[in-house]
């Protein structure tokens, strides 16, 4: 069955480091999603992408953080320079269309970022 | 504004009961979602439920809508221990269809073998 991958599932980072994680969405989708976790926390929307640009983006989702789809399978979320408060679970989202929204989002295992 | 909000928080019982959970948000959706994560690992994805929709099943899963009262209830049948988790529902209420999802808070199931 098809899947949502990403990687790394561990990251550690000292403040103030860029840092890149990646996902592998499920082939055929076309609305791709950024959400994150801190730890005890409920899961907050970050930004969506669709047609190789952002479509909406949270407060959260300020000029520290980038997204990109630099080839046909990946979709990458950036953080320029890692605050300790970023410090959270990452998650990566994809979905088949988006015309009525009638179609459930399919996540990945997430990516654990530790700000030191 | 809030949405997606669970309660009970937490919830705990044996094995061969069934659980009950429940979701209130504010606006109008497109569509309510229910994922369950376990602990410090990934969502999954359980069921979906369109605006239009007012109960849906899948396996032991019971969803409910009440567009009306905003509310939604997420019933799991005949518990298993495997069930423990925290569930969440997530609402999809975006005007441009760009389909973010908004999470609550969450409610921790324990099933007690």
């Known amino acids: 069955e098809p899947e949502v991958t990403q990687t790394p599932s561990h990251q550690v980072t000292q403040m103030g480091q860029e840092v890149i994680l990646r996902c592998v969405p499920i082939?055929?989708?076309?609305?791709f999603y950024w959400y994150r976790q801190i730890l005890g926390q409920k899961v907050e929307f970050l930004v969506s992408?669709?047609?190789?640009?952002?479509?909406?983006k949270s407060e959260i989702f300020d000029d520290q953080f980038s997204v990109e789809r630099p080839d046909g399978s990946n979709f990458t979320l950036k953080i320029r320079s890692t605050k300790l408060e970023d410090s959270a679970m990452y998650f990566c989202?994809?979905?088949?269309?988006?015309?009525?929204?009638?179609?459930?989002?399919?996540f990945g295992p997430g990516t654990r970022l530790t700000v030191l | 504004s809030q949405q997606g909000e669970e309660d009970p928080q937490a919830l705990s019982i044996q094995e061969g009961e069934n659980a009950t959970m429940n979701c209130s948000y504010k606006?109008?959706?497109?569509?309510l979602q229910w994922y369950r994560q376990n602990s410090g690992r990934g969502l999954v994805h359980l069921i979906l439920i369109r605006s239009n929709e007012r109960e849906k099943h899948s396996g032991r899963l019971r969803v409910t809508l009440d567009t009306s009262k905003k509310s939604s209830s997420l019933l799991i049948t005949a518990s298993r221990a495997a069930d423990t988790a925290s569930y969440f529902c997530a609402t999809d209420q975006s005007s441009g269809n760009t389909g973010k999802l908004i999470f609550g808070q969450g409610t921790t199931l324990q099933v007690k073998p």
């Open positions: 989202a994809s979905k088949v269309w988006g015309t009525l929204s009638y179609n459930e989002q399919f």
């Open positions: 992408f669709y047609n190789n640009e952002i479509s909406e």
């Open positions: 082939s055929n989708h076309l609305y």
């Open positions: 606006t109008s959706i497109n569509n």
